[in-house]
């Protein structure tokens, strides 16, 4: 167990101090948290055949953008509250619902994780449209990892600010569906959804959750739908 955490993520000192009694509450996490070394363990194991068709069938990827098309003033702030406070040392993403491995996952586990960026545009129905460089995990790497049971087609989404959202899977499934820690090279504004936020260049703005907390894998959708969706909105909201 400690040869693979070392191996794959963790730095010799870092682990040695790790270790220590501050390493064992790291480790430990929360409860019902699977320790890394089960979490790396668990990408060498098969998906089940939905999951695995959808990552792999080529969902079409949307053209990307060039460095220099990025509109930097363009992305215009949008929140139906304020910021909300998040303490970046205690954050976990929680992943859970019809899953056979629940995930709490830190920042720096997130962090850890293969990382991808894609310079699309960012569709707002209010009527504004930006260029943008977005920078993370994909959402099917955390997906698999989470391994989801046969029956899931649906991801909820719940956000610091008491903001959700639902997806049906094969769009959370999508390569370019990133749960994003950078905006335009730099790290991810806090009014833009810092720690995680979700960006993709294949759903509307409204679905692109800011403040990520927690995602849900279902097979059912409630009769919530998403903040906006529940006044109206279309749910599907596909670019
Ligand atoms: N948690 C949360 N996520 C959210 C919203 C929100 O109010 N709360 N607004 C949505 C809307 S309508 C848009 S257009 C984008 C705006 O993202 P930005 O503020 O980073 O430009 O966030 C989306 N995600
Ligand atoms: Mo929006």
Redo the contacts with the bound molecule.
């Keep these: 167990m400690i040869i693979r955490v070392n191996r794959s993520l963790i730095k010799r000192r870092n682990f040695l101090q790790l270790s220590g009694v501050s390493g064992i509450s790291f480790l430990l996490g929360g409860c019902g948290t699977p320790i890394f070394e089960d979490i790396v363990g668990k990408l060498s194991e098969p998906l089940n055949q939905n999951v695995e068709k959808l990552i792999f069938k080529s969902q079409k990827p949307v053209p990307e953008f060039s460095l220099s098309e990025i509109e930097p003033e363009a992305?215009?702030?949008?929140?139906?509250?304020n910021t909300?406070i998040i303490d970046l040392e205690k954050y976990r993403l929680i992943v859970n619902g019809e899953v056979n491995n629940p995930l709490s996952l830190s920042l720096t586990e997130i962090q850890a994780l293969p990382s991808s960026s894609m310079i699309i545009r960012?569709?707002?129905?209010?009527g504004?449209a930006?260029i943008v460089q977005w920078g993370g995990v994909r959402l099917q790497e955390i997906i698999a990892l989470a391994q989801p049971k046969d029956n899931v087609q649906y991801a909820y989404f719940k956000?610091?600010?008491?903001?959700y959202?639902s997806w049906d899977i094969a769009s959370a499934l999508h390569p370019q569906t990133l749960l994003a820690y950078q905006?335009n090279g730099d790290v991810l504004?806090k009014?833009?959804?810092a720690p995680l936020?979700?960006a993709s260049p294949i759903k509307?703005?409204?679905?692109?959750?800011?403040?990520?907390t927690q995602i849900t894998l279902v097979s059912y959708l409630s009769l919530f739908k998403g903040?906006?969706e529940d006044q109206g909105y279309e749910w599907f909201a596909g670019l």
């Design positions: 992305l215009i702030i949008n929140s139906f509250r909300p960012h569709v707002c129905v209010e504004w930006a956000s610091a600010d008491g903001y959202e905006k504004p009014e833009n959804g936020r979700l509307l703005g409204y679905k692109q959750s800011k403040w990520v903040y906006w």
